[in-house]
């Protein structure tokens, strides 16, 4: 079965530095495939890369079709989206403007359908509507994310970082939501530092160092590797 989604080679470049050097992955329809590794090993490059965000070298494939060459938002129309790190919401506009803004390049006449998806997903959100975005805590504004790029009908949804700055408790809600959009038939790709609850979720796991990958397996594999635990999950 060939790959819904796959990086093939890809090399990324800031001036003479090279932050990413011959990554390889790839993620089949339905799956939810995890990327782990520490600060600055070149995860958030290479969503951005795969994105259009930042120009690269190799191959981006959607589909078995090159989309490489294509804009951000001819890939959005295709199908891949992201939830960046760092959340990008709209902070002066309600909850519901920024889920709506999520749908802007649909053509469809599903969007109240699918925001009626989302509050039925995310009871806060649904609850906080009216309120602007950036009056809510840390976990809503992930709900928020999570919600946005949903609207886009996502067929690939890539995630950085979604557990980044929440409490352990808000962490394993944001984890279970992802495993229930997983089962909805989204297909995920998620960077993540918590190695423990990414690997806990996904089904196949890679290891990026220092801009190469130096380990990959099914998750449950890597969960039991000595080094890996050594240097990942020694505090889970």
């Known amino acids: 079965m060939s790959a819904l989604f796959a990086l093939e080679d890809l090399h990324v470049s800031y001036g003479k530095a ?45 589909d078995g079709v090159e989309i490489g060459s294509l804009e951000v938002e001819e890939r959005c129309e295709r199908g891949l989206c992201l939830a960046p790190e760092k959340r990008e919401l709209f902070g ?13 390049s649909r053509r469809d006449r599903g969007v109240d359908r699918d925001l009626a998806g989302v509050f039925s997903r995310f009871p806060r959100l649904s609850e906080r509507r009216r309120q602007h975005a950036n009056t809510l805590s840390g976990g809503e504004r992930q709900m928020l994310t999570l919600g946005r790029a949903l609207m886009m009908r996502p067929r690939v949804l890539m995630l950085d970082e979604p557990s980044l700055g ?21 297909s995920i790709l998620l960077v993540e530092q918590n190695a423990r609850a990414a690997l806990e979720t996904a089904d196949y ?11 990959q397996g099914e998750a449950k594999a890597l969960l039991d590797d000595p080094k890996l635990v050594a240097s990942y999950l020694g505090e889970g």
Do not use: C
């Open 92 to 104: 002066e506009m309600s909850v519901l403007d920024n889920l709506r803004l999520g749908a802007y």
């Open 205 to 215: 796991g890679y290891v990026l160092e220092t801009g190469e990958i130096s380990t």
């Open 18 to 62: 090279e932050a990413l050097r011959g990554v390889s992955l790839q993620l089949n329809q339905g799956g939810l495939v995890t990327v782990i590794g520490r600060n600055g090993a070149g995860k958030t490059t290479m969503l951005n890369a795969a994105m259009g965000l930042l120009p690269a070298r190799g191959r981006v494939k959607l």
């Open 166 to 186: 929440l409490a352990p408790l808000i962490v394993r809600e944001i984890f279970r939501a992802i495993a229930a959009l997983r089962a909805t038939g989204v």
